[in-house]
């Protein structure tokens, strides 16, 4: 059973959103894991909180919380602007770092389908420096493909091993990535991990990477000139 020092939703104030997040910090937390999602409620599916809680137990605080709101989110092109969706995860970034119940933390990003690319997008972005990993299941960094050179953060890409158009598009994607990455396969499994065992394979995997290259504390100064 996961102790917890914080488990409740919080309000992320923004200049043009205000968007609203679960934020879990059990006892002794290790770092900060940052769930980005643009469906306007990806934050209760079933399956997010399964790898968010198996996180939790490993004892990583996580905060779970949707870049649009859900009227936003009906507009599909604003599912897609993958821009838009990197600058709102780069202002909760910022709001991570200001909070004093996560601002002592290390930071790493997880994103699948287009959110993989924000996660991608903002921790490559010129100047921020501020997240420690990145790892992306079932997701599409090559739609973050202009910045996959810039990263400077160990990256993980994890695909189902039937997902092979995903698949295809993964290894493209590490082609281009310079720093420590690698790809990992969950054997028969589909888009979306709905196999037998392979959605807890898939965050596990996320786990042992956050494990291995997320460590406690900032690993750079707080933006103050940030909003």
Request: charged fraction near 25%.
């Given at each position: ?144 493909d202009a910045v996959l050179p810039d990263l400077q953060v160990p990256t993980l890409l994890i695909v189902?091993?039937?997902d092979e158009a995903v698949l295809e598009m993964n290894i493209q994607a590490q082609n281009q990535i ?41 690993q750079h100064p707080l933006h103050q000139n940030q909003p």
């Amino acid at each position: 059973m996961t102790n917890y020092k914080f488990n409740e939703s919080v309000r992320i104030d923004m200049e043009d959103v205000a968007l609203v997040g679960d934020l879990a910090i059990p006892e002794d937390a290790l770092g900060l894991v940052i769930f980005a999602y643009a469906s306007g409620d990806g934050r209760l599916q079933e399956s997010n909180r399964f790898v968010a809680e198996h996180l939790q137990r490993s004892r990583f605080a996580t905060l779970l919380f949707d870049l649009l709101t859900e009227e936003e989110a009906q507009d599909i092109k604003k599912q897609r602007d993958i821009t838009k969706l990197t600058q709102r995860l780069i202002q909760t970034t910022y709001w991570v770092q200001k909070d004093s119940r996560t601002a002592e933390f290390g930071i790493g990003y997880i994103g699948a389908d287009t959110e993989a690319a924000a996660a991608i997008g903002a921790a490559a972005a010129e100047g921020s420096e501020i997240a420690q990993a990145v790892v992306s299941y079932g997701g599409r960094p090559d739609l973050a493909d202009a910045v996959l050179p810039d990263l400077q953060v160990p990256t993980l890409l994890i695909v189902g091993g039937k997902d092979e158009a995903v698949l295809e598009m993964n290894i493209q994607a590490q082609n281009q990535i310079q720093t420590i990455h690698d790809v990992e396969l969950v054997p028969d499994a589909t888009h979306k991990f709905e196999e037998p065992g392979a959605l807890e394979m898939a965050a596990q995997l996320a786990t042992d990477w956050f494990r291995k290259y997320l460590k406690r504390g900032k690993q750079h100064p707080l933006h103050q000139n940030q909003p």
